[in-house]
């Protein structure tokens, strides 16, 4: 009876294992996105990174081995610039990135993006020519940008100046230009190396697009005092996006349960041992 008694017990412990919240599920963390800042140090003489938001000259900063070394898939990267910043030159990115901020680079830049990127935006004046993979591209008052290959949605804003100019080489599954907010032009599926903005002003031919379209890409157009400051501040158009990562606080399952078969298998090797026992008992 004391034996019975004992295998029960067995079989209960591990029923009350598996009933457990939690037991049996296998999981691990996803590692949080970061954004990291890089600006031009005159005192230096380089473009310095720090893994911020926004700039913050009370902070230590690294060179830009540290960018490198550090940026993983899902972060977001900030350029700035200012009128004392030279060119940039040649931005290689080998990351999938969430979000690429391009702000005030006003002595040029140009992006290589060797994994597709969700959102770039290119704001304050900033010069730039686009290469690569990317989802979504912002282009805001008198920036000036070259998209040099497919796009799914091209934006182009004016919130304090409509003296931008646009081109793209490749397809625009969708394009908007809206002045502060009233949509001045909505152009679908246009042509490769068709779309022209200049000053502002749409320059694209109207044979080369669709006026309508059955449907709007899923991320809509972005409406607001966004074009002002960079990524990482209270703007909807600069805040890092997270359509590339899990959301904070969350955790991906990488298994099944397998809590419940391990638990049975060793509550059967215990009765098998415990029966051996008695069996040697009774010898």
Request: glycine share 8%.
């Amino acid at each position: 009876m004391k034996l019975f008694k004992k295998i029960m017990a067995t079989f209960l412990a591990a029923a009350v294992l598996v009933a457990l919240p939690g037991i049996g599920t296998l999981t691990v963390s996803a590692a949080e996105p970061h954004t990291y800042s890089v600006k031009y140090i005159p005192e230096k003489g380089e473009w310095r990174v720090q893994q911020l938001s926004s700039w913050d000259s009370s902070r230590e900063n690294g060179n830009m081995d540290y960018l490198w070394g550090n940026l993983q898939d899902g972060d977001s990267l900030v350029i700035l610039g200012d009128e004392n910043s030279p060119a940039f030159g040649d931005l290689k990115i080998e990351k999938k990135l969430a979000n690429l901020t391009l702000f005030a680079v006003t002595s040029s830049i140009i992006v290589y993006a060797q994994q597709n990127i969700s959102e770039i935006y290119v704001l304050k004046g900033t010069v730039a020519s686009l290469n690569g993979s990317y989802d979504t591209v912002y282009v805001y008052d008198n920036s000036a940008c070259n998209v040099n290959n497919d796009v799914k949605k091209l934006q182009i804003s004016g919130e304090t100046s409509m003296k931008m100019s646009v081109t793209a080489l490749g397809k625009v599954d969708f394009c908007q230009i809206d002045n502060r907010g009233n949509v001045l032009a909505t152009m679908y599926n246009v042509a490769p190396g068709t779309l022209k903005v200049v000053d502002g002003e749409n320059k694209t031919d109207a044979a080369s697009y669709s006026a309508s379209g059955n449907t709007q890409p899923d991320v809509q157009p972005v409406v607001g005092n966004t074009a002002s400051q960079p990524a990482g501040t209270t703007s909807t158009a600069s805040q890092p996006a997270n359509t590339a990562s899990q959301p904070a606080g969350t955790s991906p399952k990488t298994g099944e349960d397998f809590g419940l078969f391990y638990l049975f298998a060793a509550a059967v090797f215990c009765f098998a041992g415990s029966m051996a026992l008695r069996k040697k008992a009774s010898l």
